[in-house]
T-cell receptor
Framework: KQEVTQIPAALSVPEGENLVLNCSFT??????LQWFRQDPGKGLTSLLL?????REQTSGRLNASLDKSSGRSTLYIAASQPGDSATYLC????????????FGPGTRLSVLP | DVKVTQSSRYLVKRTGEKVFLECVQD?????MFWYRQDPGLGLRLIYF???????EKGDIPEGYSVSREKKERFSLILESASTNQTSMYLC??????????????FGPGTRLTVL
């Protein structure tokens, strides 16, 4: 059974720092991996989707990498800002069909001014 | 931009009531999903639908049913609400599986409290 973990559970950094969030999954046979951000009491906002054949994806100050063989993905945030404060979740999909998205528990990020 | 909307942001119901949560998406997506999110348990899939009138159970379907009469609308029904169904409910949609770009897009969530 696929299990997804995220380390650390919470992170607090001063504004301007570059930071890395980690996502690990136990079964490397994935179809794709998606990173989301969630603000308190709100829904999830999609940040990046990485297909299994890709090594990384970039969007603005965000860069996500994928190493399927080691079961890991990282989300790199450059020059963090207070507006980046949120919970970040990763989700892996095993097959291109069906109810097979497995979510991690999330990392709660606080960026201090 | 994909837009997924949910009928209510906050809802308070009493035990035993029948509860309808509505979700609408405007991007002509084939797939729609209902999740619940609880502290310490993360997101768990209740039901999903890959076409009109089609549905499949997720990880925790007990106590819930769904309806998809139109492509853009996916309803979650609590037949007889119980206090353990107090939760944040999140709807999502994605393009059909075969496109490859099956990114999920979420609605803002409905926080349901059952008294």
């Amino acid at each position: 059974k696929q299990e997804v973990t995220q380390i650390p559970a919470a992170l607090s950094v001063p504004e301007g720092e570059n930071l890395v969030l980690n996502c690990s999954f136990t079964d490397s046979a994935i179809y794709n991996l998606q990173w989301f951000r969630q603000d308190p009491g709100k829904g999830l906002t999609s940040l990046l989707l990485i297909q299994s054949s890709q090594r990384e994806q970039t969007s603005g100050r965000l860069n996500a990498s994928l190493d399927k063989s080691s079961g890991r993905s990282t989300l790199y945030i450059a020059a963090s800002q207070p507006g980046d404060s949120a919970t970040y979740l990763c989700a892996v999909r095993k097959w291109n069909y069906g109810q097979n998205f497995v979510f991690g528990p999330g990392t709660r990020l606080s960026v201090l001014p | 931009d994909v837009k997924v909307t949910q009928s209510s942001r906050y809802l308070v119901k009493r035990t035993g009531e029948k509860v309808f949560l509505e979700c609408v998406q405007d991007m002509d997506h084939e797939n729609m999903f209902w999740y619940r999110q609880d502290p310490g348990l993360g997101l768990r899939l209740i039901y999903f639908s890959y076409d009109v009138k089609m549905k499949e159970k997720g990880d925790i379907p007990e106590g819930y049913s769904v309806s998809r009469e139109k492509k853009e609308r996916f309803s979650l029904i609590l037949e007889s609400a119980s206090t353990n169904q107090t939760s944040m409910y999140l709807c999502a949609s994605s393009p059909r599986w075969r496109t490859g770009n099956n990114e999920q897009f979420f609605g803002p969530g409905t926080r349901l409290t059952v008294l």
